[in-house]
């Protein structure tokens, strides 16, 4: 198993940034698929983004393109969100999760992850 765990999230200023990481421990040695999801309140969980293993494919969700940028740092076991020109409906509690799979592969459906971090509240004022 791997555990998971947020970080970074707060409280910001529309147009603002924030950078959230998600620190991985356990079954390290593992090539997991990465991805981010978020959850607004009242709404259903959604894609954010996800990156492969070697971090050579990522694809983001069409609200965040532009704006946003994951990456990883395997040697950590560390993925990062960066999260640029940010609007107020980007608030949400964000989470990472992780997928094992072919290496090289990414994901966009939450059923594909096994493993879920506890999230890191985002909120962006206006």
Do not use: H
Request: proline share 2%; with cysteine.
């Amino acid at each position: 198993q791997v555990q998971l765990v947020e970080s970074g999230g707060g409280l910001v200023q529309a147009g603002g940034s924030l950078r959230l990481s998600c620190a991985a421990s356990g079954r390290t040695s593992t090539r997991y698929t990465m991805g981010w999801f978020r959850q607004a309140p009242g709404k259903e969980r959604e894609f954010v983004a996800t990156i492969n293993w070697s971090g050579g494919s990522t694809d983001y969700a069409d609200s965040v393109k532009g704006r946003f940028t994951v990456s990883r740092i395997n040697a950590k076991n560390t993925v990062y969100l960066e999260m640029n020109s940010l609007k107020p409906e980007d608030t949400a509690v964000y989470f990472c999760a992780a997928a094992e799979g072919p290496w090289g592969a990414i994901y966009y459906s939450g059923y594909e992850y096994t493993y879920w971090g506890q999230g890191t509240q985002v909120t962006v004022s206006s």
